[in-house]
């Protein structure tokens, strides 16, 4: 790298500055949304969460341009066993979203947790050379786990940029009233503020939007708080 | 129905002044602020722009119930119910009632405007109230300051016309921030979202004006992350922004107008795998390195975390090195050895007398570097003004501005003399309003040029401009 004094003269631009190449250096900034493809998700539960996901895809685009963010958008569907229906890819590029389809399983969150905590590395997912945001995550699930989950969960917390990651969770039709759903998700999410309950089938839509653009937005508005108290 | 917090104003909606005047919301123009979003209205006939507060920080269930989505780091309760509710309230009353320093420069409030109309000092609810403000809306010509740092393959980016409109740019945000300063009220959010620009001419408007208030008043923010002085941050955010963080702020601010990058990043970004809050906090505040510090080598730009910066200082006048050095290596500690506004001025309109159009339209223009002959344009000539040596690039097409005569920064867009060409020879026209003294070198006699008259310039032709102050330009050829 040539230090100022002589690096002007490896200019080779010259011509007007309307003409000039100009660089991004914008935040990447990866979201994963991890669905629920259990049995009991079948009919509306799964061709909502598969609409939504579709609706949420050209806000996603809107909300990367007008906050100059790189946004990877990340799709993986769990039962006992996980499977990654998009991987992530820049939202930009995201033509069609693949479809979740359910499967035979039971609802088991520590596969989700196994899967995160391997991906969730610098080789892996976030493997990026610039900047990077802490990545968002989004939870949704219609019941309480099976499985013990727990140990998994542990190992999850330790992983640095799990620990960093915006964490929120879309309880849906009956888990909305699911107290044991309500007490394994708080485990999940970066607070119990970061779990929405979507009883009626007719919400999930809007409500997959909602988690979504809110938990990104409130990165972007962090950057212009108001302080903790006036000073006169 | 009424209004709520973190949702959006339906179009068609019927909203009032204080005075009782009705508004019609049309739609919704953006919703990407921080403190709310801005919609199109109708007001007494005509359109104007409505800004709504409806963000508290909190993020209800639209949904089903009173339920929060998330607090962002560091906000508590009370704070987030104060931007919407009685201290921002209270801003914007004071900011209609204030004259606008600078109508041609900013879009300050007009009308504070609530769901209902009137609203008493006792009222109780008052805390809890939704309002806005209305502003004349933003001309189709200008685009916002952010749009102009996107990337060459964002369709969405704009891009400057001409060196002279990005360096005008400069002068009128300066110009802009200086005429408050001078008022003794301070911007406190000062970024290029807050900012609107013409591409062609480089007039700007300042925006998302709703934080300005006399220096050393309550606000409601500190700042923005990137754009917010070190010692805001340093303080936990307990000190209020002021004239001197404005300043940290606006040097921010030209740096990526003309380099693009953020003067804070560079190399030493690598070491952080993820950028969280307190990262950016401790890399652009609390220990921030410019990335073009002579002196400290450790955060140079690269290719990935500022890689427009050196291509563009190359192509860009040095002078406007000097302005961004003491602000990001003297001012980092001490808020006082930040550029002042009259200072920057002083850079830009250097800056700005290094400019040549190389057209008669005017479209095409380059940068003269008197240190590099080979790249100045064939004729182009040297004015030397004054003491203090300010110079000049005399070609045709040239502007002659006040401020290098008068010493006064604040003239620095009042023309009083312009470069043409006759019979391959540079010509000037004297638009002073006053006679200047010539003197000729072949004919070796001074004469007088009165107002409007054109007279040729030649290597050795010297200007006194002002007789009183006998500020006199010196004109030379730079390639020999």
Known sequence: MAEPGNIFEDAVFDGPIGNMPSEGTNKRLLTIMAGDATKSMEGESISQLNYGMQELVPELQRFASDYMVDLDLGILSFTNSIRWEMEPMNVDQCIDVPPIHVRPGLTQYGVVYHELNKMLAKDHLLKHEGKQAAPVIIFMTDGAPTDDYRRDLEVLKKNTYFAQANRAAIILGEGANDPRAHAAVEEFVSSPDMILTVEKHSELVESIKLATLRTLKQLKECENDPKPDLIG | ?480
């Not at chain 2, 790249?375 to 040239?398: D, N, S, V």
């Open chain 2, 1 to 480: 129905m009424p209004l709520r917090i973190n949702e959006q104003i339906p179009a068609g909606t019927r909203l009032k002044t204080v005075a009782g005047e009705d508004i019609k919301v049309l739609e919704l123009i953006s919703a990407e602020g921080g403190q709310g979003d801005v919609y199109k209205v109708s007001w007494k006939g005509g359109n104007y722009a409505l800004k709504w507060y409806n963000r508290d920080g909190t993020y209800q269930q639209c949904t089903k119930d009173t339920q929060k989505w998330g607090c962002p780091k560091n906000v508590d309760q009370q704070a987030n119910l104060d931007v919407v509710g009685s201290a921002q309230y209270d801003t914007i009353c004071n900011l209609v009632r204030t004259p606008n320093p600078d109508p041609l420069s900013f879009k300050l409030p007009l009308v504070v405007v609530t769901e209902k109309g009137a609203v008493s000092k006792e009222d109780e609810k008052r805390k809890e109230m939704l309002f806005g403000y209305m502003m004349e809306l933003l001309p189709d010509d200008h685009f916002e300051m952010k749009d102009f740092l996107r990337s060459s393959d964002d369709p969405r980016q704009k891009t400057f016309a001409s060196f002279h409109a990005m360096i005008w740019a400069g002068m009128n945000i300066v110009a802009a921030i200086r005429t408050l300063h001078l008022k003794g009220m301070s911007y406190k959010d000062l970024k290029p979202d807050n900012i609107a620009i013409n591409p062609e001419t480089g007039h700007v408007w300042m925006i998302d004006c709703d934080n300005i208030s006399v220096d050393g008043k309550s606000c409601t923010v500190n700042g923005t992350r990137g754009y917010m002085a070190p010692e805001i941050v340093r303080s936990g955010f307990r000190l209020a922004p002021n004239i001197q963080s404005d300043q940290f702020s606006l040097a921010i601010v030209l740096f990526r107008l003309f380099y693009m990058d953020h003067p804070m990043e560079g190399k030493l970004w690598k070491k952080f795998p993820l950028i969280t809050e307190d990262v950016e906090d401790e890399l652009y505040c609390i220990h921030p390195i410019y990335n073009m510090n002579p002196q400290d080598k450790r955060n140079r730009p690269d290719k990935t975390y500022a890689p427009n910066v050196e291509r563009r200082m190359a192509i860009l006048p040095d002078v406007l090195r000097e302005g961004f050095e003491r602000t990001f290596i003297n001012g980092i500690y001490n808020i006082h050895g930040r550029t002042p506004e009259n200072s920057w001025l002083h850079i830009l309109a250097k800056a700005r007398d290094q400019l040549v159009f190389l057209d008669p339209a005017c479209k095409d223009d380059r940068v003269v570097r008197f240190n590099v002959k080979e790249k100045i344009p064939a004729g182009c000539l040297r004015m030397t003004i004054g003491k203090g040596g300010h110079e000049l690039a005399l070609y045709p097409m040239q502007s002659i501005f006040k401020d290098i005569i008068s010493g006064d920064v604040g003239e620095y867009n009042i023309r009083i003399g312009r470069a043409g060409i006759s019979k391959g020879t540079i010509i000037i026209q004297n638009l002073s309003g006053h006679p200047w003294e010539v003197y000729d070198p072949v004919a070796k006699k001074i004469g007088t040029v009165a107002d409007n008259r054109w007279f040729r310039v030649l290597p050795g032709t010297q200007i006194q401009f002002d007789a009183v102050r006998k500020v006199i330009g010196k004109v030379d050829d730079p390639c020999r």
